[in-house]
Nanobody, 123 residues
Framework: VQLQASGGGLVQTGDSLTLSCKAS????????MGWFRQAPGKEREFLAF????????YLPESVRGRFDISRDNAKNMLYLQIDSLRPEDTAVYYC?????????????????WGQGTVVTVSS
């Protein structure tokens, strides 16, 4: 599956942003998906998981309440909504696809990755 993330840019503290991920190739509607981010000098961080049908989501406590994941299988699209952006949210954001049937949160559990979209939050 090929993934293309978009929607990043330069935003202000407190703004909201929706990142998008366009999928092609392997049947998107039967693939579990996730979002990660990587800040300069840091490891890639898991942000959100959504099951193939959209009925199950999982977000770590660190972002729960500010981040939300959703998908539109009819459009082969994955989304990440981020509210109340902070300077520490500055990172490259990646969408990823997993062939696992479980709820997964590790980088190694994802088999396909998009190229990333850069989010910069100014104070």
């Amino acid at each position: 599956v090929q993934l293309q993330a978009s929607g990043g840019g330069l935003v202000q503290t407190g703004d909201s942003l929706t990142l998008s991920c366009k999928a092609s190739g392997r049947a998107f509607s039967t693939t579990n998906m996730g979002w990660f981010r990587q800040a300069p000098g840091k490891e890639r961080e898991f942000l959100a998981f959504i099951s193939w049908g959209g009925t199950t989501t999982y977000l770590p406590e660190s972002v729960r309440g500010r981040f939300d994941i959703s998908r539109d299988n009819a459009k082969n699209m994955l989304y990440l909504q981020i509210d109340s952006l902070r300077p520490e949210d500055t990172a490259v954001y990646y969408c990823a696809a997993s062939t696992s049937s479980k709820v997964v949160a590790r980088v190694r559990d994802y088999d396909y990755w998009g190229q990333g979209t850069v989010v910069t939050v100014s104070s």
